[in-house]
């Protein structure tokens, strides 16, 4: 009975130190998002405003997911996973913009017919950028290097089908 109660006080002395070898699975807390002020409307007077406006608030969106992706990487470059708080605290940061941003283009919908069934194919792109986001702040959640690798790679993947999608844009 005595070294059942010896093992308890050694484990409860020990605990404290078990997050620091490593097996820490805590992330900071992602900011909410803010309601979107850079994305245009896209209802006009005209037809030809509101293809306008469609049209500059889906480039301009599609060039911020590009740009924080590429912001993101030049800081942390090699697509490596790092054990460092900042890397944790950036990741947090970049995850949440390109989750929000992507959120508020999937939300945007043209006022002109002719863009409709492109927009259900932009919508799917978006969700892919969603479902990645979540796939890498998983990865880096739990330090784990070749879920990590999977979600540079998967989000090659989604960049590139958004490539596809704005050259089908009508």
């Given at each position: 009975m005595?070294?059942?109660?010896?093992?308890?006080?050694l484990l409860a002395l020990a605990a404290p130190f078990a997050g620091a070898c490593g097996g820490a699975t805590?992330?900071?807390?992602a900011p909410p998002c803010t309601t979107p002020t850079a994305t245009p409307s896209t209802v006009a007077r005209t037809p030809r405003e509101n293809d306008f406006r469609y049209t500059r608030a889906v480039n301009e969106g599609a060039t911020r997911l590009i740009r924080l992706t590429n912001d993101f990487r030049?800081?942390?470059?090699?697509?490596?996973?790092?054990?460092?708080?900042?890397?944790?605290?950036?990741?947090?940061?970049y995850a949440s913009n390109m989750t929000c941003t992507a959120m508020s283009l999937?939300?945007?919908?043209?006022?002109?017919?002719?863009?409709a069934e492109w927009?259900?194919?932009?919508d799917g792109v978006m969700s892919d950028y969603v479902a990645v986001m979540e796939?890498?702040?998983e990865s880096v959640r739990t330090r784990n290097v070749s879920d990590y690798r999977r979600f540079n790679k998967r989000m090659d993947e989604v960049n590139a089908t958004l490539a596809e999608a704005l050259l089908a844009l009508p």
């Open positions: 005595r070294h059942l109660g010896a093992v308890i006080g805590s992330l900071p807390e030049g800081r942390w470059p090699d697509g490596k996973f790092s054990s460092r708080d900042e890397f944790r605290t950036e990741f947090t940061l999937r939300d945007l919908k043209s006022a002109v017919p002719r863009y927009d259900t194919r932009f796939q890498g702040r």
